[in-house]
T-cell receptor, first 110, second 112 residues
Framework: EDQVTQSPEALRLQEGESSSLNCSYTVSGLRGLFWYRQDPGKGPEFLFTLYSAGEEKEKERLKATLTKKESFLHITAPKPEDSATYLCAVQAGAGNMLTFGGGTRLMVKP | NAGVTQTPKFQVLKTGQSMTLQCAQDMNHEYMSWYRQDPGMGLRLIHYSVGAGITDQGEVPNGYNVSRSTTEDFPLRLLSAAPSQTSVYFC???????????FGQGTRLTVV
């Protein structure tokens, strides 16, 4: 059974204080790892897809990296508008299912 | 661009009632799916479709039915609502299954 665990569950940062969110996974045959951002009362919004270990992608203050066991979402000099819940999901094997982690709620104080 | 549109946004049902949650996308995506999101449980896949006429079960399919008669629409039916189905429901679509998914704004359902 595919498992995805995100840590920490919640993270409070001061504006400008860089940090990382972790997504560890146990799957057989990873086909893709996805990062989403979700604001309160909204649907998840796509950020990145990573397909193989060693891959990295960047978007503004966010950088996602992937190893064979985990992915990190690095946030550099965050701003209050980066406050949201960040979700990680994996797709593995021959099926079409996405398995989501529980999310990390990020709060950035000005 | 409308993207993925879900209706209604809010719904209150009595136990035993039936209803259909609507989902439509205008991006000509083949893959569509329904999730429920509960506190502490994350997003869980209910049903999905890889194209018109083809549907399959996800992780938590019991109590829900789907059909896919067109590429654009993927309705979710609750046959006999139960309090355990109180949740926020999201519909998503993607070009193929392992590419970025676009989510609707969600339907908040309460079963009393």
């Amino acid at each position: 059974e595919d498992q995805v665990t995100q840590s920490p569950e919640a993270l409070r940062l001061q504006e400008g204080e860089s940090s990382s969110l972790n997504c560890s996974y146990t799957v057989s045959g990873l086909r893709g790892l996805f990062w989403y951002r979700q604001d309160p009362g909204k649907g998840p919004e796509f950020l990145f897809t990573l397909y193989s270990a060693g891959e990295e992608k960047e978007k503004e203050r966010l950088k996602a990296t992937l190893t064979k066991k985990e992915s990190f979402l690095h946030i550099t000099a965050p701003k209050p508008e980066d406050s949201a819940t960040y979700l990680c999901a994996v797709q593995a094997g021959a099926g079409n299912m996405l398995t989501f982690g529980g999310g990390t709620r990020l709060m950035v104080k000005p | 661009n409308a993207g993925v549109t879900q209706t209604p946004k809010f719904q209150v049902l009595k136990t035993g009632q039936s209803m259909t949650l609507q989902c439509a996308q205008d991006m000509n995506h083949e893959y569509m799916s329904w999730y429920r999101q509960d506190p502490g449980m994350g997003l869980r896949l209910i049903h999905y479709s890889v194209g018109a006429g083809i549907t399959d079960q996800g992780e938590v399919p019991n109590g829900y039915n789907v059909s896919r008669s067109t590429t654009e629409d993927f309705p979710l039916r609750l046959l006999s609502a139960a309090p355990s189905q109180t949740s926020v429901y999201f519909c998503a679509s993607s070009r193929v299954s392992n590419t970025e998914a676009f989510f609707g704004q969600g339907t908040r359902l309460t079963v009393v």
